[in-house]
């Protein structure tokens, strides 16, 4: 079962990517608006999640969906598959023409994560996972490296761009991470991020107050991959406080005992 909504939600997220590499080159046309301060979407968003809620629905009428621009569908029944989705993670990149920006897919059944697909529309890049059968790159299966530390590693996150209140905190652990690694980066795809640790390009990645669409597939293709998955307190309530920490497990204790002496 798992393996036919993986490959659903690929043929979903594939014509979501086909219909935003339309618009990559032509953005100063489309029509901008502000959600909250700094937080952009854009037509292109809303028409990507049209696509995805359209093909996976016609698959799946009965289940439910939890999605970026249109919130949930169908959620009476907490025993349903629901389908958790950012159609184009990585907004305000894609309106200044960065190449850093992605579809997010992820489903929930039985209080589990099932499939994740992130898809890099520019790049082709598609990560895939389903429970108990791996991560996967382009079909080439995905291993974190069980021995990284995190001296000399390279570490993602997101900076705060509308909640300052967790300015200071944040900058504390930046502080701490910055002196005891090779580098942080900060792309501006949460999505792309997780799945980048998934493959080994990054070696960890933390972030306060992202929201579930941004996490859910990228979780579980960290999970498969052989990392962990945790809140910042070292707990299990990511998908609700939005608050994340992963990596291998060597740098994922290191960067929690961090955040716990900062904090």
Request: with cysteine; charged share 20%; glycine share 10%.
């Amino acid at each position: 079962m798992n393996a036919a909504m993986l490959n659903t939600a690929v043929r979903a997220a594939r014509n979501a990517g086909n219909l935003i590499k339309r618009y990559v080159d032509r953005t100063d046309l489309l029509k901008v608006s502000q959600k909250q301060p700094n937080d952009f979407v854009t037509e292109v968003d809303k028409l990507s999640e049209q696509e995805i809620i359209g093909t996976l629905s016609e698959a799946y009428p009965d289940h439910a969906f939890y999605a970026e621009e249109s919130g949930q569908h169908n959620t009476g029944d907490e025993d349903r598959p629901m389908w958790i989705i950012d159609p184009l993670d990585g907004t305000t990149n894609f309106i200044h023409g960065i190449p850093q920006f992605a579809i997010s897919i992820g489903m929930q059944a039985a209080g589990h994560l099932q499939v994740g697909v992130i898809y890099d529309p520019v790049h082709d890049e598609l990560f895939t996972a389903t429970r108990g059968d791996g991560a996967k790159l382009n079909n080439r299966r995905l291993r974190i490296n069980p021995d990284t530390r995190l001296q000399g590693s390279l570490i993602a996150t997101g900076f705060p761009y509308y909640q300052y209140h967790y300015l200071d905190h944040y900058l504390a652990i930046l502080r701490e991470v910055i002196t005891k690694t090779s580098g942080v980066r900060r792309p501006g795809s949460a999505a792309l991020d997780l799945a980048y640790t998934a493959a080994g390009r990054f070696d960890g990645f933390w972030e306060f107050n992202l929201q579930a669409w941004d996490i859910a597939a990228g979780t579980l293709l960290i999970q498969e991959a052989g990392g962990i998955v945790t809140d910042t307190d070292g707990g299990h309530d990511y998908l609700k406080t939005g608050n994340m920490l992963c990596g291998p497990p060597r740098v994922h204790q290191e960067l929690l005992d961090i955040i716990r002496t900062v904090t």
